[in-house]
């Protein structure tokens, strides 16, 4: 008797982590179509196929919501290596660069949807802070490839960096090279 009601409780364990994941992808779907500001958890259940209730049993609040959905999304979209890979600082520049770029380029949606929404929402800011400062990172490492610092060329790399400066680039170029070889001008 007592193994039948353990694989019962397994089974019931499945299907709430089973559910609770229908209710992780429905958010992200809907951030990235949407963004997490006009997100509604009506949305989420209908979305999920589940009650309201059930949405907020697995996540009683927003931050619980977006940490979740911003943790399963980095899951599925890694951030590259940004790591300088060259000693020479053009070639550095650009290595790192176009992975950065391809990178914002395969995850606009979301990225756009994300990033507009840092200044409508405190916990949406807080959940992109990480990445922000894995930027300024980088910025300082490829700036140390230079022979001599400089912090205006830190905030040029930084700058660089940024979504809103590659998606402002790309309207222009329309190509991630193009708008590589832009920067390093800039440089």
């Given at each position: ?30 951030h990235e ?49 940004l790591s ?19 990178w914002y ?83």
């Amino acid at each position: 008797m007592t193994q039948a009601r353990a694989y019962h409780k397994k089974l019931r364990a499945e299907s709430e982590d089973a559910t609770r994941q229908r209710i992780v992808d429905a958010l992200v779907e809907l951030h990235e179509e949407v963004g997490p500001s006009r997100t509604t958890i009506s949305a989420v259940a209908e979305r999920a196929g589940v009650q309201r209730l059930t949405v907020y049993r697995h996540f009683p609040d927003e931050p619980s919501m977006i940490r979740a959905c911003s943790a399963h999304w980095a899951q599925l979209h890694p951030v590259p290596d940004l790591s300088p890979t060259d000693a020479e600082p053009q070639r550095a520049c650009r290595a790192t660069l176009l992975r950065l770029y391809g990178w914002y380029r395969d995850n606009a949606a979301m990225l756009t949807q994300i990033l507009r929404d840092t200044e409508l929402l405190p916990v949406v800011a807080e959940a992109m802070a990480p990445f922000g400062e894995q930027l300024d990172g980088v910025a300082e490492q490829l700036e140390r490839c230079w022979p001599q610092r400089s912090s205006r060329r830190r905030a040029t790399l930084r700058h660089a960096l940024d979504f809103s400066t590659w998606r402002s680039l790309d309207r222009i170029t329309a190509a991630d090279r193009r708008s590589v070889e832009i920067v390093l001008g800039w440089l």
